[in-house]
């Protein structure tokens, strides 16, 4: 926990779009102050988050922008509620929206990723996230499993970015034996997280199937840390994803991390696990 009071994290979520929203409106900065009678100063604050929104501000800039109706008053829905941390998005599709988590993950320095049952999204290849969306049981067409396939890699390029961040992922040994897209898919899966892991920003540890209970039987956890803003505790069940950075919440959700951090192989001990795991594949 940083321990710094700042803009709730939906605040920052809709800065975030408005200056989006600017540069492809193809205005600048001064163009828009200069419109709606802002100084550049304020504008800034209510594009870099370090203020909170007024709806009629908002309103304004997405006039100016000519933004679509019913996203304007999504926006500005959340810009109302925003004194809330804690909120829910339900997936109206049949594919989880990634929206939020792309724009949060932009802004984060640390990455700390538990899953139980599959491999973590930013660690997986193509063909295990087509395999994955294949036996969903959802009933995706080839453009909606293209298209989710190529959100998921383009977001992998952060473990390569020249930006410092450091990523933990914990693992279930049983996730890494299950053959998603058979054992060719999986060999190369395998292979392919002991060459991710070999960074010096990324850290990969196994929990063994030979474990009992501990913190994880709750579900995954992912907690995203910020360097000028409150930390973020993403956790997802079936067509929802939570996000939370009351203090507790987040509390709770470093302590499992570190517990299972603990209880987990050593790094090293899990790349020999991953390697033996990959053998038998062969």
């Known amino acids: 926990m940083n ?25 600048g900065a001064e163009e828009v102050a200069g419109a709606l009678g ?6 800034s604050r209510i594009e870099n988050a370090q203020r909170g929104l007024y709806a009629d501000d908002v309103s304004a800039l997405l006039g100016l922008y000519r933004v679509p109706a019913e996203r304007r008053d999504e926006l500005l829905k959340i810009v109302r509620s925003g004194a809330n941390p804690n909120w829910w998005q339900v997936h109206g599709g049949r ?3 990634l929206d939020d988590l792309v724009r949060f993950e932009n802004e984060a320095v640390a990455f700390r990723n538990y899953e139980t049952m599959v491999i973590p999204g930013l660690l997986q290849t193509s063909e295990y996230t087509v395999a994955m969306c294949e036996g969903s049981g959802r009933d995706l067409t080839p453009a909606e499993v293209d298209s989710f396939v190529g959100e998921r890699m383009a977001r992998q390029t952060r473990l390569h970015a020249a930006r410092a961040r450091q990523f933990e992922f914990l693992v279930e040994q049983g996730s890494l034996e299950r053959l998603v897209g ?23 540890q196994v929990l063994p199937s030979s474990l009992g209970a501990h913190p994880g039987v709750d579900g995954p956890i992912l ?15 079936r067509g929802c994803t939570s996000y939370l950075e009351e203090v507790q919440h987040v509390v709770a959700a470093r302590a499992a991390i570190e517990r299972l951090r603990e209880m987990a192989l050593t790094p090293e001990d899990s790349a020999q696990l991953i390697a033996s795991l990959a053998d038998r594949l062969t």
């Open 38 to 43: 802002f100084s550049m100063s304020k504008l």
């Open 182 to 204: 058979g054992a060719g898919v999986m060999y190369r899966q395998l292979k392919q997280l002991n060459i991710t892991s070999s960074r010096d920003n990324v850290t990969l």
């Open 95 to 97: 594919l989880p929206v």
């Open 3 to 27: 321990g710094r009071v700042g803009v709730p994290v939906r605040v920052r979520r809709v800065s975030s779009e408005l200056r989006e929203l600017r540069l492809r409106s193809g205005l």
């Open 223 to 237: 907690l995203l840390e910020f360097k000028n803003h409150e930390d973020l505790v993403l956790l997802e069940n």
